[in-house]
């Protein structure tokens, strides 16, 4: 059964897929799905799915439950500007080989685990003071 489907997105595709030199048929229903260009089904110019997602998810910083609980508790707000600073001072401290760093960025504090570019905790300004910061090897203040 060779039906063609007019869906609009799905012809958006195929015409993107074949600019690109990309395209190869799949099953009898007549569908487009990008290649690699040895032929891989399911492959992006040799590169597998789980090889594209892991690296992806590896550039995103993450936050752990702590650290989204302490966001919520103590009202913090992470806007672009502040996510954009902070995920700079996360590249900065991996260059330099940090581990665990105390990244200060406005009136703000995130503990930050670089190698798995994870926030562990974050403060605002009044749980900063009198505070005692362990098992931290660098600091990184973004500005």
Do not use: W, Y
Request: glycine fraction near 8%; proline fraction near 2%.
């Amino acid at each position: 059964m060779n039906a063609i489907n007019t869906n609009s997105n799905d012809i958006q595709s195929r015409i993107l897929a074949s600019r690109a030199g990309l395209t190869g048929r799949v099953g009898d229903i007549g569908v487009s799905t990008p290649v690699s260009k040895t032929g891989e089904s399911g492959a992006v110019h040799g590169k597998s799915f789980s090889d594209i997602l892991k690296s992806k998810t590896a550039e995103e910083l993450k936050f752990s439950s702590h650290a989204s609980s302490r966001l919520k508790s103590r009202n913090i707000e992470v806007t672009p500007d502040i996510m954009g600073k902070l995920e700079k001072a996360v590249t900065e401290a991996g260059n330099k080989g940090a581990r665990d760093s105390l990244i200060l960025v406005k009136d703000l504090a995130f503990i930050v685990n670089i190698p798995n570019k994870t926030v562990i905790t974050a403060m605002d300004g009044e749980s900063i003071r009198d505070n005692v910061f362990t098992n931290i090897d660098s600091t990184v203040i973004a500005s």
